[in-house]
């Protein structure tokens, strides 16, 4: 199955590899917030207190886990070409393990966003006033890794359940869209901050704890309250997708 896998991750960053403007369009949508609405958001923070340092600290993890999330969730459209084109159809035919097929392209995007994410930080510190820990941007970059694992799993998932380039786009922006409003990445929501009705909906959202954790690692808390919460939810989001992934190929590929 590793010689599958890495056969299938190969394939794919190789694929990738010769066509590098997609990473780079990938995250122009950070960038873009980063440039524009980084310096509002900061004001916006200083006005409450925060210093310009902490208000980058809070703003750059949040869009790489942005960038995770919108990144990682449309690879499906990779998938429905190759299945149109019968690559899919083809792949049956194979001793190539079933799971090997979902892990192999899972590992190349989460890659993939890991390498987007290190290009964000390292802007945010050469232009603006970031200054996290070594060690915590390390640990968010994990968070990114496995963040991004789970949502190209349920991507592809999906993409193999619903077989349509009309309804597959149209269902991740109907799903991702509260995802992202209700996970405080553009503006935190807090207690103080936002209405009760609203920070309690946001308690729901997992990805609203994958952020959390993301902030707190920035700033160098590693205690248990600051990663425990955040850390388990992505873990068991991950191992679910996977399961679901790997569930979903082997029926297509029975």
């Not at 995250?27 to 004001?43: A, E, N, R, T």
């Not at 070594?134 to 968010?140: E, I, P, Q, R, T």
């Not at 160098?220 to 190929?249: E, K, Q």
Request: with cysteine; aromatic share 10%; net charge positive.
């Amino acid at each position: 199955m590793l010689r599958d896998t890495w056969l299938i991750f190969r394939r794919d960053m190789v694929g990738a590899l010769r066509n590098p403007a997609w990473l780079l369009i990938g995250i122009m949508q950070p960038l873009l917030y980063l440039f524009f609405f980084g310096p509002l958001l900061v004001k916006t923070l200083n006005a409450q207190g925060l210093s310009d340092v902490d208000g980058w600290m809070v703003l750059t993890p949040a869009l790489i886990a942005q960038l995770a999330l919108f990144g990682s969730s449309f690879v499906g459209f990779s998938l429905l070409a190759d299945y149109r084109s019968g690559v899919v159809e083809r792949l049956r035919v194979t001793p190539v393990s079933r799971a090997a097929l979902l892990l192999g392209k899972v590992l190349a995007n989460a890659l993939q966003a890991v390498v987007q994410s290190i290009l964000i930080i390292v802007l945010a510190y050469l232009v603006f006033d970031l200054n996290a820990p070594v060690g915590g941007v390390l640990l968010s970059l994990l968070i990114v890794f496995l963040l991004a694992v789970t949502l190209a799993s349920c991507s592809y998932a999906l993409a193999l359940t619903l077989k349509s380039e009309q309804s597959f786009p149209a269902l991740l922006n109907a799903v991702l869209m509260p995802l992202l409003l209700l996970s405080g990445i553009l503006i935190p929501i807090t207690a103080g901050l936002a209405p009760k009705w609203l920070y309690t909906i946001s308690q729901i959202n997992p990805f609203r704890h994958v952020v959390d954790v993301e902030r707190n690692s920035f700033r160098g808390d590693f205690s248990m309250d600051a990663l425990f919460t955040g850390s388990v939810v992505v873990l068991v989001m991950a191992v679910l997708a996977i399961w679901w992934g790997t569930r979903t190929f082997q029926r297509e590929n029975a």
